[in-house]
């Protein structure tokens, strides 16, 4: 025997779950020294890198920057503009690319 649902309770349940799947997820530093690694082609430098981030870079700065390079990891550039054009964090994230390149 089928019940009806009633539509309140249909969008209740719909807007739970979009909630529920829009909810973001911390990247940690493995994980994103596991991008770096996707984005470079090889991970020689990268915890060299995720580490000089976390260590230069507030718990919420670490994790705004993180964020970023995941939701980028589908395009070419590594650092999303965003990240790259805030002057405190565009900074501290090329000063430890450049650390990590030598």
Do not use: H, W
């Not at 650092?79 to 002057?87: F, H, L, M, Q, R």
């Amino acid at each position: 025997m089928k019940r009806p649902v009633s539509l309140v309770a249909s969008l209740s349940l719909a807007l739970g779950m979009l909630a529920a799947c829009g909810a973001e997820a911390s990247i940690g530093k493995d994980q994103l020294a596991t991008i770096c690694g996707e984005k470079t082609g090889g991970s020689v430098n990268c915890s060299c890198f995720t580490d000089a981030l976390e260590t230069n870079l507030k718990p919420e700065e670490f994790a705004k920057v993180a964020k970023a390079i995941d939701a980028n990891r589908r395009y070419t550039g590594f650092v999303p503009g965003e990240i790259a054009n805030d002057a405190a964090l565009g900074v501290t994230v090329t000063q430890a690319q450049l650390s990590c390149s030598a």
